[in-house]
């Protein structure tokens, strides 16, 4: 007779251990597709389809080698269990696995990074950046939290839309290629899209995006403006480790350094701030970089250490 011991060691295994989750993770993934179907537009489970259900988690149990006496405890104890998990996500509408567990990971000034998600999207993370992503994406959505600049080349599935959470706005996708640019401390988000297809959500508004276009959202005012680019990809050229600026004002050319190298930059002539600039270079140091800044306006650049101050 099985004992309630016996549940909960099963119970557990499924619920507190990484393999237990990833196995009924991937039950649940196989599955997904019959959770947008009519039959679950009730929102319920029907005898047969339950009973399919766990007849599989049966078997899966027994092949990972389970004493006997679990194996009864599931059958009894795992249908209610899963069924349970599942009216959560039906009721919620969202995933068991969403919200679980997340990883914090902060690119400091200086320094850049790439990563991996699991389903194979690829991120670019620049300098200052903060990215909160799940251990694991939900059933119906991947959904991430970013504050700072980061570029990326999303898996397609278009069961599963990445989102891209930035304060009070987001970005949906099924699979494509695009740059978001949403540091806290700036007045602007912006996202250029370089392939697929994209949407643009703040505020109860939605704006649909399409390649080679700029979405630059004005965070105080609220305003959202779209428009065509030329050369979409030099919004990116920061992941290539090169330094873009057109018709940058100084004051955003300083914070962009600052992030890239470390540094601090003091303004002792405010008068600096009336300059804009424009540049494409591949030099990775600092000293080259602000000679070439020195020749496109009057402003000039006293470096000690990490400390610079700007003077006319």
């Not at 004992?3 to 039950?27: R, Y």
């Not at 505020?203 to 105080?220: D, F």
């Amino acid at each position: 007779v099985s004992t309630k011991e016996d549940a909960q060691e099963v119970v557990e295994w499924f619920s507190s251990t990484i393999e237990g989750q990833q196995h009924l993770a991937d039950m649940l993934d196989k599955d997904a597709y019959m959770m947008e179907s009519d039959t679950f537009s009730d929102k319920t489970f029907s005898a047969v389809q339950s009973d399919k259900l766990f007849k599989k988690i049966d078997r899966e149990i027994y092949q990972k080698s389970f004493r006997r006496t679990s194996l009864k405890v599931a059958a009894v104890f795992l249908p209610i269990f899963i069924v349970s998990l599942l009216a959560f996500y039906f009721n919620k509408q969202t995933s068991i696995f969403e919200g679980v567990k997340y990883t914090e990971l902060y690119i400091p000034y200086g320094e850049d990074a790439r990563i991996f998600f699991q389903d194979g999207t690829e991120v670019y993370l620049n300098s200052g950046t903060r990215i909160r992503y799940p251990e694991r994406f939900g059933i119906r959505q991947r959904e991430i939290f970013l504050d700072g600049e980061a570029y990326f080349n999303v898996t397609t599935n278009s069961k599963r839309p990445f989102i891209v959470n930035a304060q009070n706005t987001s970005v949906r996708v099924l699979g494509t290629s695009f740059n978001v640019n949403a540091y806290s401390e700036s007045e602007f988000i912006k996202v250029v899209l370089d392939e697929g297809k994209t949407s643009f959500h703040v505020q109860g508004s939605s704006y649909s995006m399409t390649p080679g276009q700029l979405l630059e959202y004005n965070k105080i005012t609220g305003r959202t403006i779209l428009s065509n680019l030329s050369k979409p990809s030099s919004a990116s050229l920061w992941k290539d480790n090169m330094i873009y600026f057109y018709d940058t004002p100084l004051a955003e050319v300083l914070k962009v350094l600052e992030r890239k190298y470390d540094v601090k930059f003091h303004l002792q002539a405010t008068g600096a701030l009336e300059y804009s600039y424009t540049i494409t270079t591949k030099h990775t140091d600092l000293e080259s970089i602000l000679a070439e800044l020195q020749k496109i306006a009057p402003v000039r650049f006293d470096q000690k250490e990490k400390n610079i101050f700007v003077t006319l």
